[in-house]
C-alpha cells in the first residue's frame, strides 16, 4: 500500500507539471469497468487464462444530428499464468462532424503477487494515433469551408503508464495516458489523462452482490468524477445507476449463455451540458470470454474484474 501511495502521488505531480498539449479528451465511457484496458493498461485480468474481447459503441446526444460524436472501440486480452503477464490490444475510433480519431496501441501487464490473494500489477501501452480532418457538414448538411491546412495533422507515437492493486473483492489502480511526445510539428497530440479509480465487490447472500465504482479522471485543465453502483443476480444479469458531473447513468446488462455479456448504459445530461445537448447517449457493449483450448467449457465466477 505504500508502493501504492507513492505511486499516486508521483503521477499527480508528473500531471501537474506537464503542459503545452491539446485540451481534447478521451470518451468518458459510462461503462467504465468494461473498457478499463482502454484507460488503463494494468487492467489486464490476471486470475485465469480466459480470452477476452470487448466491442462497445457509443453513440452522444442520440438524434441530436450529424455533428455529434460517436465513439467505438474495441479492447483484447489474453493473460499468462505461467509467466504472470498479459498482453492487450484496443482499437479506438472517435468521430465529430470535421474531425475522426484513430487509436491502436498495444498493453503489457506484468503482476506481482503482494499477498495471499493479492497483487500488483504494472502496465504500459503504445501505438499509432491519427487525426483526419475533412470538409465541415453544416447542421442543415450542406458542406461548408475547407478545413485549413495548419490543422491537418500527422500520426504520432502514443504512449501510458498504469499501475493497479487487486484482489477478488478489490480493484484500484492509477494511470496516465497520452504522455506529451510529439515526433513532428505536425503530430496529432491530446492532453494527457490521468484515471484513478476504485471498486469493491461486496457478497450480500449466496445470489446477491453489489459492486460500487469511483472512478476520477483529468484531462488537461478538466476533471471529471464517475460513480457508480451495480447489483448483481448470481451470474444471470447486473442492473445499476450512476453519476457523473455531467449526466446522471441507468445501466443493465444480462449474460448470454456462458460467453458472452450484452449491457447497456443511458445518459441524461445535466447541468450546463443539458441547456445545449438534450438527448441522451446510449452506449452498447458486447464482451466474451473464454478459453478456446480449455477441454471443457470453462466459465468463470464471478470477481471485480468483468
Same mark, same amino acid.
Given at each position: 500500500?505504500?508502493?501504492?501511495?507513492?505511486?499516486?502521488?508521483?503521477?499527480?505531480?508528473?500531471?501537474?507539471?506537464?503542459?503545452?498539449?491539446?485540451?481534447?479528451?478521451?470518451?468518458?465511457?459510462?461503462?467504465?469497468?468494461?473498457?478499463?484496458?482502454?484507460?488503463?493498461?494494468?487492467?489486464?485480468?490476471?486470475?485465469?487464462?480466459?480470452?477476452?474481447?470487448?466491442?462497445?459503441?457509443?453513440?452522444?446526444?442520440?438524434?441530436?444530428?450529424?455533428?455529434?460524436?460517436?465513439?467505438?472501440?474495441?479492447?483484447?486480452?489474453?493473460?499468462?499464468?505461467?509467466?504472470?503477464?498479459?498482453?492487450?490490444?484496443?482499437?479506438y475510433?472517435?468521430?465529430?462532424?470535421?474531425?475522426?480519431?484513430?487509436?491502436?496501441?498495444?498493453?503489457?501487464?506484468?503482476?506481482?503477487?503482494?499477498?495471499?490473494?493479492?497483487f500488483?500489477?504494472?502496465?504500459?501501452?503504445?501505438?499509432?494515433?491519427?487525426? +483526419?480532418y475533412?470538409?465541415?457538414?453544416l447542421?442543415?448538411?450542406?458542406?461548408?469551408?475547407?478545413?485549413?491546412?495548419?490543422?491537418?495533422?500527422?500520426?504520432?507515437?502514443?504512449?501510458?503508464?498504469?499501475?493497479? +492493486?487487486?484482489?477478488?473483492?478489490?480493484?484500484?489502480?492509477?494511470?496516465?495516458?497520452?504522455?506529451?511526445?510529439?515526433?513532428?510539428k505536425?503530430?496529432?497530440?491530446?492532453?494527457?489523462?490521468?484515471?484513478?479509480?476504485?471498486?469493491?465487490?461486496?457478497?450480500?447472500?449466496?445470489?446477491?452482490?453489489?459492486?460500487?465504482?469511483?472512478?476520477?479522471?483529468?484531462?488537461?485543465?478538466?476533471?471529471?468524477?464517475?460513480?457508480?453502483?451495480?447489483?448483481?443476480?448470481?451470474?444471470?444479469?447486473?442492473?445499476?445507476?450512476?453519476?457523473?458531473?455531467?449526466?446522471?447513468?441507468?445501466?443493465?446488462?444480462?449474460?448470454?449463455?456462458?460467453?458472452?455479456?450484452?449491457?447497456?448504459?443511458c445518459?441524461?445530461?445535466?447541468g450546463?451540458?443539458?441547456h445545449?445537448?438534450?438527448?441522451?447517449?446510449?452506449?452498447?457493449?458486447l464482451t466474451?470470454?473464454?478459453?478456446?483450448?480449455?477441454?471443457?467449457?470453462?466459465t468463470?465466477?464471478?470477481?471485480?474484474?468483468?
Amino acid at each position: 500500500m505504500k508502493m501504492m501511495k507513492k505511486t499516486i502521488i508521483a503521477t499527480a505531480a508528473f500531471l501537474a507539471l506537464a503542459g503545452n498539449v491539446r485540451a481534447q479528451q478521451d470518451a468518458q465511457f459510462s461503462q467504465f469497468y468494461a473498457n478499463r484496458l482502454f484507460y488503463s493498461p494494468a487492467a489486464i485480468v490476471g486470475t485465469d487464462e480466459l480470452f477476452r474481447v470487448s466491442l462497445t459503441d457509443r453513440e452522444q446526444w442520440w438524434g441530436g444530428g450529424r455533428n455529434r460524436p460517436s465513439y467505438r472501440t474495441l479492447n483484447a486480452t489474453q493473460f499468462f499464468m505461467g509467466k504472470r503477464m498479459g498482453v492487450g490490444l484496443t482499437v479506438y475510433e472517435w468521430n465529430q462532424n470535421v474531425e475522426t480519431n484513430f487509436l491502436a496501441k498495444l498493453s503489457y501487464a506484468y503482476h506481482l503477487q503482494v499477498g495471499q490473494e493479492a497483487f500488483m500489477s504494472f502496465g504500459l501501452n503504445a501505438g499509432v494515433m491519427h487525426g +483526419f480532418y475533412k470538409d465541415i457538414i453544416l447542421p442543415d448538411g450542406s458542406i461548408g469551408a475547407d478545413v485549413d491546412a495548419d490543422m491537418k495533422t500527422k500520426p504520432n507515437l502514443d504512449l501510458g503508464l498504469a499501475i493497479e +492493486f487487486y484482489t477478488r473483492e478489490i480493484v484500484t489502480g492509477v494511470s496516465v495516458q497520452h504522455l506529451p511526445i510529439r515526433i513532428t510539428k505536425e503530430s496529432k497530440m491530446l492532453a494527457l489523462h490521468a484515471y484513478y479509480y476504485f471498486g469493491y465487490l461486496g457478497k450480500i447472500n449466496h445470489n446477491w452482490a453489489l459492486y460500487p465504482m469511483l472512478v476520477m479522471r483529468m484531462a488537461g485543465k478538466s476533471a471529471n468524477l464517475d460513480i457508480s453502483m451495480r447489483v448483481f443476480y448470481g451470474d444471470l444479469l447486473h442492473f445499476g445507476a450512476g453519476y457523473r458531473l455531467d449526466a446522471a447513468v441507468i445501466m443493465a446488462g444480462v449474460n448470454i449463455g456462458p460467453h458472452f455479456t450484452f449491457s447497456y448504459a443511458c445518459d441524461i445530461p445535466l447541468g450546463n451540458i443539458r441547456h445545449r445537448f438534450t438527448m441522451p447517449s446510449h452506449e452498447f457493449v458486447l464482451t466474451y470470454r473464454g478459453c478456446l483450448s480449455c477441454p471443457y467449457n470453462h466459465t468463470m465466477p464471478l470477481n471485480a474484474f468483468d
